[in-house]
């Protein structure tokens, strides 16, 4: 934001230099950016009044005139037009200097000696919006008025001499985005009274004005405010209040645009001004516009609207979008006769989405998406009113429109000069304090402090220490050396356990990759899961990232298909990232949604199948120390291919792609995936190594083939195994799986090898013999199943 120092001095006494100034503003925080001398390169320039014209004795197009500049007279040639004897206009003298570096020196045109130059507006770096009436293509020619002043310099005369102070302001400032806050901050930062020029409004009055307004949405529009100004004057407006405008970097249009600009820069709340001939039913609402309802703004672009924009209405058609840029025809002509003046004070989120869906920023909706004081609206209007009859630009109603169902609240935080000091590492006593926050219009009663209400980014006891160390002076801290007790960092067990997989799977030739927690809800249908659980994200990057993931294959697929499109033959990929559900947890009460990290391996490849995931899978189990875990068949997992995917409970599951979901990604061979739960695996993992002692005993070997249904499970059959042979089975091992004729259809011949052995004694060939037939009349009785001879 820029700001003259001339218009900084209208709240503040500033007795130091600019460059001063800026130091210490951004010392308490007010960031300066750049200075702008504004008139500094005007050297030797003065006003000047002409004497005579004659034509020059050897060029048709160029004359000759006499110039008095009170100490002489000077000899000036020139083409100019439109001067005349008697005339008043800037003269360049001998060494004189204009904007650009541009130096004027004596000398002969045509063979007539020529001493200075006569300037034009954009010679001396003016605009016609400064000075209407002046000619912008010829020599500047000032008022009769200024005949007085022959011989000064223009840039005394004129004003043109002007500091102009450009600010970096932070987002969490929106106060600081006026001449008011800055005037605020110089005076708190210099030390001096704060020169409040609008303190407190006029009282409402209740008179009925020719126009009505309503609030349909008072959870976007906490507030508006509006008068109403007959008989206005269309006029340029005076040339100071044009100056201040351009030095806040703002074009002059007329005088009612130019007191709304004027009033957003000083008091930063942001006002329009509404012809009121085109207000349908001279009724005006505050409402969420309809879905694909259009709105052609200023900028003559016709803009398509959805139901979440707030839109400032007349009886038949949006004529605003509420805190971002004004509708076409709610502009002020030449012709206007009535307009309402309005201010009010919108949802900053709402101002924000707006703005960025429309691609349309403005002054205005840069200031509200900060988030403004619906207090100010009132002064606002106000003040607008004030400049209208110092203008003499119409005549305001008595009568003013407030709507205000949203009361803003008032900011209280706790006051501690105790923590405060032990926080900043100071010892300012309570009165220094105090003083401190009073410079900034804070107040401190009954051991609070209230904030103003045009600071509502202040809402902790680490806010207050903030304003007060930056008007303290952190130059004034002094250098001290760290006091804390040293420990020694060390990762802790998630972290390690992380590593530790990392490790296992790079080892083994995966590549990490990086993916995003947000998605699109297609990408979910693609992989066919449904959208339960779904968290949406309210301010999205784009269309491609609008909810969170609550699985991590949809992001998998995409980067095995940007691998497969680009001609890699073999890809294997791992991810620990996390997912989220809002399931079985209330979001609108503040409740946090559930979070979990979850370890995704996913490859494709001539020699990659099902039993080369569920290598990897019991890899990461063992390399864990994870004792008891359990492998079933999944056939309910949509992303998974029926019948080729399997559970780990409690875990996660692994398998082969569904082809439907890999013909979606425009993947043509077998893609193998595993989810497993990161968190759960910690959990379940055992980091306690146990050593038993070598047995003295032998141990006995034994085959055992049986014939069995297709449709059993080995995982089943070894189960029964296992609990029938008990403590004496010491390994268990399938090693064969055969299908033939032979064998019988349907069938197949599963072959184990069995070791027992106790730690207690020699077993007998009796004791295993009975051991064996137990588990085949187990098997037989469970599975029906034959054995193999």
Same mark, same amino acid.
């Given at each position: ?353 707006t703005a960025r869906t429309l ?27 004030e400049l209208v009859n110092e ?104 972290q390690k356990i992380e590593d ?81 559900? $809002? #399931? @079985? +947890?209330? /979001?609108? =009460? ?5 979070? !979990? ?6 490859? %494709? ?110 995982? $089943? #059959? @070894? +189960?029964? /195994?296992? =609990? ?5 089975? !010491? ?6 799986? %055969? ?51």
């Amino acid at each position: 934001m820029k700001v003259s120092v001339e218009w900084l001095k209208d709240y503040a006494d500033i007795d130091v230099s600019t460059k001063e100034l800026a130091d210490r503003l951004t010392m308490t925080g007010s960031k300066v950016e750049a200075i702008e001398y504004k008139g500094a390169d005007i050297k030797n320039v003065v006003i000047g009044k002409i004497l005579s014209i004659d034509k020059h004795p050897d060029a048709d197009k160029l004359v000759v005139a006499s110039v008095d500049v009170k100490t002489e007279t000077l000899q000036i040639v020139t083409g100019a037009t439109n001067i005349n004897v008697g005339d008043i206009i800037p003269i360049v003298k001998d060494g004189g200097e204009l904007p650009g570096g541009v130096k004027i020196k004596k000398g002969k045109l045509r063979g007539v000696e020529s001493c200075g130059m006569m300037c034009a507006l954009e010679e001396l770096g003016l605009t016609i919006e400064e000075y209407p009436n002046a000619i912008e293509d010829g020599i500047f020619i000032l008022d009769k008025e200024f005949e007085s002043e022959l011989g000064k310099d223009v840039t005394e005369v004129l004003g043109l001499r002007e500091d102009i102070i450009e600010f970096e302001l932070t987002s969490n400032r929106p106060d600081c985005m006026s001449v008011e806050g800055l005037g605020r901050e110089t005076a708190a930062t210099l030390n001096v009274p704060f020169k409040n020029q609008h303190v407190g409004t006029e009282a409402t009055c209740k008179k009925e004005l020719p126009i009505k307004v309503s609030i349909d949405a008072p959870d976007l529009c906490y507030r508006y405010v509006g008068r109403v100004v007959k008989n206005v004057k269309i006029a340029p407006s005076p040339n100071w209040l044009v100056r201040r405008l351009n030095a806040a970097g703002v074009r002059a249009i007329n005088n009612i645009v130019d007191i709304t600009n004027y009033v957003m820069i000083e008091l930063g709340q942001p006002m329009h001004a509404f012809d009121i001939n085109y207000v349908e039913g001279k009724t005006i609402t505050v409402r969420n516009a309809t879905k694909g309802e259009k709105i052609t703004t200023l900028d003559e672009i016709e803009r398509t609207l959805t139901e979440e924009m707030l839109v400032i209405a007349d009886s038949k058609k949006p004529i605003a979008v509420a805190g971002v840029m004004g509708g076409e025809n709610s502009g002020i002509l030449d012709t206007t006769e009535t307009v309402v003046f309005e201010s009010a004070m919108f949802n900053p989120n709402s101002v924000r989405k707006t703005a960025r869906t429309l691609g349309l920023r403005t002054e205005a909706s840069s200031r509200y998406e900060k988030g403004l004081s619906a207090e100010n609206a009132l002064k606002v209007i106000n003040r607008a009113i004030e400049l209208v009859n110092e203008l003499g630009a119409g005549e305001p109603e008595e009568g003013i429109i407030d709507v205000y169902p949203t009361k803003q609240k008032q900011v209280k935080v706790e006051f501690d000069e105790n923590k405060i000091n032990a926080r900043l590492g100071t010892n300012i006593s309570k009165e220094e304090m105090i003083n401190i926050l009073e410079k900034l219009e804070f107040k401190v009663e009954e051991g609070y402090v209230i904030a103003p209400c045009f600071r509502q980014d202040v809402e902790l006891i680490e806010d207050i220490s903030e304003e007060i160390m930056r008007m303290y002076g952190y130059d004034k801290l002094e250098s001290t050396l760290v006091c804390a007790e040293t420990t020694l960092g060390k990762k802790n067990k998630f972290q390690k356990i992380e590593d530790k997989l990392k490790n296992l799977l790079s080892n083994r030739g995966l590549h990490e990759i990086y993916t995003y927690g947000f998605i699109n809800e297609k990408a979910l249908e693609k992989v066919n899961k449904s959208n339960d659980g779904v968290i949406k994200i309210m301010n999205p990057l784009s269309e491609d990232y609008t909810i969170m993931r609550t699985t991590t294959i949809a992001s998998f697929m995409e980067n095995l298909s940007s691998n497969y499109n680009k001609k890699n033959k073999e890809v294997g990929l791992f991810e620990i990232a996390r997912v989220y559900s $809002d #399931i @079985e +947890k209330n /979001i609108e =009460k503040g409740e946090l949604p559930k979070e !979990e990290r979850i370890l995704t391996i996913g490859m %494709y490849g001539e020699k990659v199948d099902f039993y080369a995931l569920k290598g990897y899978v019991e890899d990461i189990i063992n390399t864990l120390n994870i004792k008891r875990y359990e492998i079933v068949t999944n056939k309910e997992n949509a992303s998974f291919h029926p019948g080729r995917a399997a559970d780990i409970v409690g875990l996660g599951t692994f398998g082969e792609v569904n082809p439907k979901v890999c013909n979606n990604y425009d993947i043509s061979v077998p893609v193998y995936i595993a989810e497993i739960n990161f968190d759960e695996l910690v959990k379940l993992s055992n980091e306690e190594i146990k050593y038993k002692e070598i047995p003295k005993y032998p141990a006995v070997e034994r085959d055992l083939a049986i014939i069995v249904d297709e449709n059993i499970e080995v995982g $089943d #059959i @070894e +189960k029964t /195994i296992t =609990k029938r042979a008990k403590k004496v089975l !010491e390994e268990l091992k399938l090693f064969d799986i %055969y299908r033939s004729e032979s064998v019988g259809e349907n069938k197949k011949s599963v072959a184990y090898s069995l070791i027992f052995r106790s730690a207690e004694r020699t077993l007998t060939d009796d004791e295993i013999r009975d051991t064996i037939d137990n588990i085949i009349k187990d098997l037989e009785k469970e599975y029906k199943a034959e054995l193999r001879k």
